[in-house]
């Protein structure tokens, strides 16, 4: 009964009228296999600006393919990967950008860890020295229990 | 590993400093339009167009024939559902005569629009068309609705993505307004 | 009428846990046994009620009860029979209520298989676990009610989400679950140390901290072991569901379930320390803590809107304040304990710099950094936002890239831990055995650099790694084997196949990352693509129907050498209820390399936007995966856990 409930649906389902105009729905040409490398490596690390956090390599969205159309072009005219970055970003901002720029908003975020790294790191040295010395079992037993 | 006064409490600092941060997001997460981005291009010079009007499918209208007094740019298409909830929001504020609301139909069907705006009703002053998206992309368009607030020098004001309603013409749009007619 | 009843298990569930929590910790701290008897029962009491609930609320799905508001939301009557059991935790108030159930589990796992604990301790982790119970349930009780009824009935359900209608959905949760939640035992166990004045005065001696941690133990093993299986049946579901072959985001919500590894990993490897060495007690506490506050706060982050993720649940602010307050009391409570009862160190044993003891502080130092790492950049954006700097993007180039730097000197470290003694090591003996095995590594590692076609960084270091990771750890077998009369213990047995673990993974992780192809054609039928010496030759698409959806059928023969290997059927499904369409990609899966085929837009006439992949070694990462876990299972079994009394 359901199957013919979906068949009847189906014939009835309206033609995409809501759906935004496609200028090319065809996917894009590349003219050699350099020029689809640095695509998809550029296209992975910019955010579509509709979704809901994906990639502008995955994303289905209209914009997004518009987007990726753009980039190609771009490409195609010789900008370099930081240009195209920037025409998206300033048309954008800085959202679009997967991999934050490293200017003053972002020195946390790009030397935080780093500097954890440090400060924890100085840690475990003082704790190391603190505890050298002849306290305790004898040194470096075979027996040893694992 | 000892633990010294600073290594005890140390733990509950960071803590707390991190449950303000997120008390902060949920307090942010309350404003209803808060996925939408901020355009980079306020204050800056609208992007130059070449564009169709809607209804002269001969003529080409560049952003220099706008200047001269502020204009109001309206992001719709006909597949979009949003644009019919703020179309009589929209059209009401049109009516006003407050300002000229150029239609920007974006990515739609010639026959597909003007069949919607025979449907609901046409408020806009002209309907420009961008029917592959080209100059969209130099607007930071990416999805409908979408308004922009451009002076009569051509430079941006304000942007809003979503819907409009009552609170929000009033609150922010009909202010840049007075502010850009004002020259400030 | 079941649903009601269903509203009145919990109440008594809460009322249960609220018993159950004060009795025993009162009991306790006051050497009143009557009260801490309440806690075993109580705890059996409470999983029979919550149980109760979730059975109603699944009968309530299955009977297709949409006077029931969330059946209505997540369901449908065209919604396959089994998917309406996975339904019951496809949204909020469903999925919470597993959150519960699960850790009622725990809480009767612990009473039951605990017999020779000392009833103080016993009392104090299950009245912990009881705290724990009362602000689950009070929210669900109080916001997000699974049982709230909808009158009049819905006619129609709104159906579960399509992303969601897939196998993964059946195993991936609960799973998931089973790990975040098997977290709150060790942190009981910590937070039942520190409220236990005696074991963390100067006087206790090491045997009781060894026998806390003997218990303790086994437990972390076993949550650990669920996590990790979680977290990459999540990242499997992805890989074949959403993206186009991608297996890791770092999507806020992927970095929710990471943290918690992250910690709960570094605190496998101290409580090893704590528990034979006795060192580092305070440290291992904390991180106890650390471990389940950060579940906690993964709950937190997925269920309040705060952050954006297609993985997240609908975002609401008024249940991202009330499990936020929840956090604070629980994580700040036991912080505040923390501070006030936490051991000093200064009874520790002595080491060496070159020692066991260094080696596993610099393990803790790495994945504690780590795991902060992925803390600052997933809530970077939302800093940057609350601070008015804009709005900013932080994405898989970064945390990819710091992670990678961050696990790097720890991947090379690894091998060296096993063999390096306690306390004391002459660094020659772990290097003269290992520094045949480094060359080896490096000698892969040149070679794949020269003879990968592509990705000849990630190919070298994904090889390389692994080589050095196994061949580290085989020695370390071999020379336990090669010692007469000496044991090769199940903790043995299970480090070994967790770090084996890490050699799979890190060959899957890096030569997918490196060596994966792909091409995207429109195709009409007859026509077909190449790629990685194989043809994909286009067939056509048809219509097809399926239980609750129309499909576009496609049909893709794969050929080597123009012998068909096999047949491949992508699929874009338009679901009736509401109209969503899905990409269901055709995998190939082998043990060297998957086959991935997608289909795009039609493009007319017949024609379609075909993408297809070659994946290398993508199965590799589950693999790794899966052995770690085992190695945490297997860790859990070591009879020296269930020993009465500690070795001397």
């Not at chain 2, 939408?36 to 560049?62: C, D, M, N, W, Y």
């Not at chain 3, 009977?63 to 209505?72: E, L, R, T």
């Not at chain 3, 066991?356 to 130092?365: A, K, Q």
């Not at chain 3, 794969?558 to 990609?585: C, F, N, W």
Request: charged share 15%; with cysteine.
């Amino acid at each position: 009964m359901t199957r013919w409930l979906l068949a009847l649906l189906l014939a009835l389902a309206p033609p995409a009228a809501m759906a935004q105009v496609v200028a090319d729905p065809a996917p894009l040409q590349f003219q050699d296999r350099a020029e689809e490398t640095r695509f998809h490596a550029l296209v992975s690390e910019l955010r579509c600006v509709m979704c809901q956090n994906q990639s502008l390599a995955d994303s289905n969205a209209q914009i997004a393919h518009d987007l990726r159309r753009e980039v190609l072009q771009l490409m195609r005219q010789g900008k370099s990967d930081a240009e195209v970055k920037q025409f998206l970003v300033a048309r954008y901002g800085e959202f679009v950008l997967y991999k934050p720029r490293v200017e003053s908003k972002t020195w946390l975020l790009w030397f935080g860890p780093a500097l954890l790294l440090l400060v924890g790191g100085f840690v475990v040295a003082r704790v190391v020295r603190g505890h050298a010395g002849s306290r305790g079992d004898a040194p470096g037993n075979d027996e040893q229990e694992w | 590993m000892s633990a010294s006064k600073l290594g005890r409490w140390l733990p509950l600092a960071v803590f707390a400093a991190l449950a303000v941060l997120l008390g902060a997001g949920v307090w942010l997460s309350r404003q209803p339009n808060r996925e939408a981005l901020p355009s980079p291009l306020i204050g800056k010079p609208a992007p130059q167009f070449s564009l169709p009007v809607l209804h002269e499918p001969g003529r080409l209208v560049t952003l220099d024939e706008l200047k001269g007094a502020p204009f109001v740019l309206n992001v719709w298409g006909s597949w979009c559902a949003s644009c019919r909830i703020e179309h009589p929001v929209l059209t009401r504020f049109a009516e006003s005569k407050r300002v000229r609301v150029v239609g920007y139909n974006w990515k739609d069907e010639r026959a597909d629009a003007l069949r919607w705006l025979d449907q609901f009703g046409n408020p806009f002053w002209m309907v420009l068309v961008d029917y592959e998206g080209r100059y969209a992309i130099d607007w930071g368009i990416y999805g409908a609705p979408e308004t922009y607030l451009v002076d009569a020098g051509g430079v941006i004001r304000w942007k809003h993505v979503g819907p409009l309603d009552e609170a929000i013409i009033r609150e922010q749009l009909l202010p840049a307004l007075a502010r850009a007619e004002a020259g400030r | 009428m079941l649903p009601e009843l269903g509203q009145v298990a919990l109440l008594l569930a809460l009322l249960v846990a609220t018993l159950q929590a004060l009795l025993p910790l009162a009991g306790a701290q006051r050497g009143i046994a009557s009260w801490m008897a309440v806690a075993r029962p109580a705890a059996y009491a409470q999983l029979l009620l919550v149980a109760a609930a979730f059975a109603i609320l699944t009968h309530a799905f299955v009977v297709q009860d949409f006077s029931v508001q969330y059946v209505a939301e997540n369901s449908n009557s065209l919604l396959p029979w089994y998917y309406r059991y996975t339904a019951v935790w496809g949204a909020h108030e469903g999925s919470l209520l597993l959150w519960a159930l699960i850790l009622a589990l725990w809480t009767a796992a612990v009473a039951r298989f605990s017999r020779r604990l000392p009833d103080a301790v016993i009392a104090r982790v299950l009245g912990v676990m009881g705290l724990v119970a009362i602000g689950f349930l009070a929210f669900l009780i109080f916001t997000s009610n699974p049982f709230t009824r909808l009158l009049p009935a819905a006619a129609e359900g709104r159906d579960l989400n399509p992303l969601l209608q897939d196998p993964g959905m059946i195993i991936h949760p609960p799973m998931l679950y089973l790990g975040y939640v098997g977290f709150c035992v060790p942190f009981a166990f910590a937070i039942a140390a520190l409220l236990d004045g005696g074991a963390t005065r100067q006087g206790h001696d090491d045997r009781q901290w060894r026998d806390w941690l003997r218990w303790t133990r086994p437990w972390t093993n076993v949550a650990w072991a669920f996590l990790t299986c979680g977290i990459a049946l999540g990242s499997w579901w992805a890989y074949y569901e959403l993206g186009w072959g991608g297996w890791w985001f770092w999507d806020p919500v992927e970095n929710a379930s990471f943290m918690p590894w992250l910690a709960g990993t570094a605190l496998l490897h101290s409580q090893a320390v704590t528990e034979k060495r006795g060192s580092f007690r305070g440290w291992t506490l904390l991180l106890a803590i650390a471990a389940f506050s950060l579940s906690l706060l993964g709950t937190f982050l997925v269920r309040s809107g705060v952050l954006t993720s297609v993985h997240a649940f609908a975002a609401d602010p008024t249940r991202g304040l009330f499990v936020l307050v929840f956090l604070g009391i629980v994580i700040g409570g036991s912080l505040v304990l923390y501070a006030l009862r936490a051991p000093d160190g200064d009874k520790d044993a002595s080491f060496a710099p070159a020692s066991r003891e260094t080696l596993l502080l610099v393990n803790n130092l790495l994945l504690v950094a780590a795991c902060a790492m992925v803390l600052l950049g997933t809530l970077y954006p939302l800093l940057a936002d609350a601070l008015e700097l804009g709005k900013i993007s932080v994405g898989p180039p970064y945390f990819a890239l710091l992670f990678l730097l961050l696990m790097a000197p720890l991947v090379l470290l690894v091998p060296f831990g096993p063999l390096t003694r306690w306390q004391r090591e002459q660094p020659s003996k772990p290097l003269a055995m290992l520094v045949p095995w480094a060359g080896l590594a490096l000698g892969i590692g040149i070679a794949a650099f020269f003879l990968a076609p592509q990705g000849a960084w990630k190919t070298a270091a994904g090889l390389a790694g692994a080589a050095w990771v196994f061949a580290g750890t085989a020695r370390f077998a071999w020379s336990r084997f090669a010692i007469k009369g000496s044991r090769f213990t199940a903790e043995m047995l299970g480090m070994t196949l967790a770090h084996v673990g890490i050699a799979v993974f890190l060959v899957g992780a890096l030569l997918t990352e490196g060596l994966s192809m792909q091409r995207e054609l429109a195709l009409s039928p007859g026509q077909s693509v190449a790629l990685a010496g194989r043809e994909f030759r286009f067939d056509g698409v048809e219509r097809r129907i399926g239980p609750n959806y129309i499909a576009d059928h496609g049909t893709v023969r794969v050929l080597r050498d123009g012998r068909a290997i096999d047949t491949m059927h992508p699929e874009k499904r338009s679901y009736a209820s509401g109209g969503q369409v899905m990409t269901e990609a055709a995998i190939d899966p082998g043990i060297t390399r998957d086959l991935y085929v997608a289909l795009g837009e039609s493009l007319g006439d017949g024609a379609w936007a075909v993408r297809v992949h070659v994946k290398p070694f993508v199965r590799w990462i589950w693999f790794g995966a899966g052995l770690m876990a085992l190695g945490g299972l297997v860790t859990a079994t070591d009879r020296r856990f269930r020993r009465k009394e500690a070795a001397p």
